[in-house]
């Protein structure tokens, strides 16, 4: 949080801008190619195109307003709609970015946000267990200011679509980055089909982003000939137990990345194709995935290992949602989640859980006492049981009670407590940021 809260060092970048969080690394120029050439690997394989800055990218022009609003308003009708206000390298100062050519159609640049560790993105957006997310429009950030999270000021004031991710060693990066570029190019693949982003389902969305990033990691005629059973192991799983109208928002990654592949592999293994077809698809979506239940779920046929139903049962009970809200508490809590391979182990979670927590350190309750943002969110989500809500309240007014009168077993108790009514009641625990968290 405290490099979070420094301002950011921004970068002019073809493709928009770039922003360093607290400094810049030793060697920036590594992350400015490595995100230039996922942006143009992406747009290949999506097939828009690759981008072309409409104007001289490498010197912004600036302007000297109070807000990214008094900025565009400063700059008149002339500044095109597609052009994005980001703060500059100075106080009160911002940079009017033109936008970017995908065709003949104009669109927003992108904003990139590198934050030096994961620890920092997560405790930044509150966003426990992601670790690189999209944002389409600022909007979606607003909840997040209003609860007072540790923002960095510079990304409260950007105008255009934001990826935030944590610099890491060189695969780990380009994985995450290429995922979220997939994000973004959705938008654009939606905006030149007269489509709402916000609007498709998110088995869609991150299955789209999933399948591109396969394409990305394997290319096309290796992903071709890959088996579908060694390559969606815990779709597989879930195709032996649910269906396609009925996936739970954690595995809607994992189902949805077997699900764009399967219908690649239905239109002669063409991504082109899936992505010509899907605007007809989404009017009667419900109906398709019907549909296509019987020929998917054969698809996936075969015997799947053991740990896939594992996974499984975690992620359907909410385990994999909760674990990084627990894990200060639970220190043996990561060699646990490691040694469980089957099914029936997971019950191991449930008992450590059902028992009275151990009374926190002043480490763990330091790691709690962010992580109470999660509960403030849960209980302000417009999806969530309103007496879900309510109960979130109380434990968090018992929390807080708790905390200023040092009784830490207590206080870890109402904390804990808090995580069983998310999983109980199923309550959302991500903020709405945008689709494709990962």
């Not at 033109?98 to 946000?113: A, I, K, S």
């Not at 997560?122 to 966003?127: A, E, G, R, T």
């Not at 990345?257 to 007809?280: C, E, G, I």
């Amino acid at each position: 949080a405290g490099a979070a809260a420094t301002l950011l060092i921004p970068t002019p970048w073809r493709y928009g801008d770039l922003y360093w969080v607290g400094q810049v690394p030793e060697y920036p120029e590594a992350y400015v190619n490595r995100a230039t050439n996922g942006v143009e690997s992406m747009c290949r394989i999506w097939g828009l195109g690759v981008p072309k800055p409409s104007g001289d990218w490498r010197t912004p022009q600036a302007v000297r307003a109070g807000s990214s609003h008094e900025a565009r308003e400063l700059l008149g009708p002339e500044f095109p709609a597609a052009g994005v206000i980001v703060p500059g390298p100075e106080e009160d100062t911002f940079w009017a970015l033109r936008p970017l050519l995908v065709g003949e159609r104009e669109t927003n640049p992108l904003t990139l946000v590198l934050m030096p560790r994961v620890e920092d993105l997560q405790s930044c957006f509150c966003l426990y267990g992601v670790y690189a997310f999209m944002v389409p429009e600022p909007s979606s950030l607003e909840v997040l200011v209003q609860l007072g999270l540790p923002l960095p000021k510079a990304v409260q004031e950007i105008a255009g679509p934001l990826v935030v991710l944590p610099m890491a060693p060189d695969t780990t990066f380009q994985l995450a980055l290429v995922h979220e570029v997939s994000h973004w190019l959705t938008v654009l693949w939606a905006e030149r089909n007269g489509l709402e982003f916000r609007s498709l389902p998110s088995l869609l969305v991150e299955g789209l982003a999933g399948y591109a990033q396969y394409l990305y990691g394997y290319g096309e005629v290796q992903l071709a000939a890959a088996s579908p059973l060694l390559l969606h192991p815990f779709a597989a799983a879930w195709a032996q137990r649910g269906g396609l109208v009925d996936v739970p928002l954690p595995l809607s990654y994992l189902v949805g990345t077997s699900l764009v592949h399967f219908l690649v592999r239905k239109n002669h293994n063409a991504f082109a194709n899936v992505l010509r077809d899907l605007p007809l698809y989404l009017p009667d979506w419900p109906k398709h995935l019907a549909g296509w239940e019987g020929e998917w779920r054969e698809w996936l046929r075969g015997e799947v290992p053991p740990e896939a139903f594992a996974y499984l049962r975690m992620a359907k009970e909410g385990l994999i949602l909760a674990a990084p809200l627990v894990e200060p508490l639970f220190p043996q809590l990561t060699a646990l989640l490691r040694g469980i391979t089957r099914e029936e182990e997971v019950a191991k979670f449930w008992d450590l859980l059902s028992g009275p927590p151990p009374t926190p350190t002043a480490e763990a309750r330091a790691k709690l006492r962010a992580r109470e943002c999660t509960f403030r969110l849960a209980a302000q989500h417009a999806d969530a049981p309103p007496e879900a809500r309510a109960q979130l309240e109380e434990l968090l007014e018992a929390m807080g009670k708790h905390w200023e009168a040092g009784d830490w077993d207590a206080y870890a108790r109402a904390y804990l407590a808090a995580v069983l009514v998310l999983m109980e009641r199923s309550v959302p625990i991500r903020p709405s940021v945008g689709n494709g968290g990962r």
